[in-house]
């Protein structure tokens, strides 16, 4: 049983002007996310900045998601590290706190050869052998990509080690790696504008960006697929890639958090290094958004 199908919001970390984590907003943000039928909340992953967290930080938030939720549909925590001891760390924290899976990105910066992913993930996994562990697939970012024949050796041979975000933007390698690992894999597209494409590969849901701003329609768009109705998907899929476009013209968060910022929701600031979106931007994220029907402030 996959640990969800639908749409998961990659959740940002709403903050507060001095840079601290914005509890009391983050709780809005979800309940906003729950009523608006998202499938899974992913917590502490690149959306919501965790590389500029400290580990007492990453760790109070994901457990404030944790229990804020309530088990009303599954949070999955992002623990993954470029260091194996801090991924276990982060992971065995987590699932101390009831996550009901974990999204691990490749290691970055150090990256690893495929004989190293498979160690490290495989220690990970023992790690936490009661919880399911999502690997993360984003090349462009780490610098490290997950070939498929690795992809496939894990899922087959670590019982915890369930699926992949698959964010590397080559729907060869994508089919390749479902070619490869079968029913074995749970996949999710980590790339809004190939939800359809990866859905078609047989993949049962997304991590999305998009329904930070439009949770519902990311959630139809996913069902409808997945119930058949592929022209309904596709309509939303198609609509909604002017928006997807907005939100991913600048580096991720930076229009995710404008654009909740432009619907009133008061998310806050980044932190460094990453700065506030440029006003030409701006101005085409909340015309994209007005456009896909989004009510702003």
């Known amino acids: ?50 590389s500029t967290m400290t580990h007492g930080e990453h760790l109070k938030t994901i457990k404030y998601a944790i229990d804020k939720v309530a088990k009303r549909i599954p949070v999955i925590a992002g623990t993954g ?65 997950i070939q498929p024949a690795t992809v496939a050796a894990l899922v087959k041979n670590v019982k915890n080690i369930v699926g992949v975000k698959a964010a590397s933007g080559d729907l060869s390698q994508i089919a390749k790696t479902v070619s490869l690992a079968g029913e074995d894999l749970e996949l999710y597209s980590g790339n809004d504008d190939q939800t359809l494409p990866i859905l078609s590969l047989g993949g049962v849901g997304v991590i999305s960006v998009l329904s930070n701003v439009a949770p519902k329609e990311t959630h139809d768009m996913v069902m409808k697929f997945l119930e058949g109705d592929i022209k309904g998907a596709a309509k939303i899929q198609m609509d909604a890639i002017p928006l997807i476009n907005a939100l991913f013209c600048e580096v991720n968060p930076i229009p995710a958090k404008a654009a909740l910022n432009l619907m009133g929701m008061n998310v806050g600031p980044l932190r460094m290094p990453l700065t506030e979106m440029e006003n030409s931007n701006k101005e085409i994220l909340a015309k994209a958004m007005k456009d896909f029907g989004i009510k702003l402030a």
């Open 1 to 50: 049983m996959a640990v969800f199908k639908g749409a998961g919001v990659a959740i940002v970390t709403p903050m507060y002007e001095d840079g601290s984590v914005n509890y009391d907003k983050l709780g809005e943000l979800i309940e906003f996310q729950i009523a608006n039928s998202t499938d899974a909340i992913i917590i502490c992953g690149t959306t919501g900045e965790s």
């Open 81 to 145: 590290s470029n260091c194996t001891e801090t991924a276990i760390m982060m992971s065995k924290e987590a699932a101390a706190y009831g996550a009901d899976a974990l999204l691990v990105v490749t290691p970055y910066y150090n990256k690893a050869t495929q004989k190293g992913l498979i160690a490290h993930y495989t220690a990970i996994a023992n790690a936490v052998p009661d919880t399911p562990i999502i690997m993360y697939n984003v090349p462009s970012r780490t610098g490290c990509n």
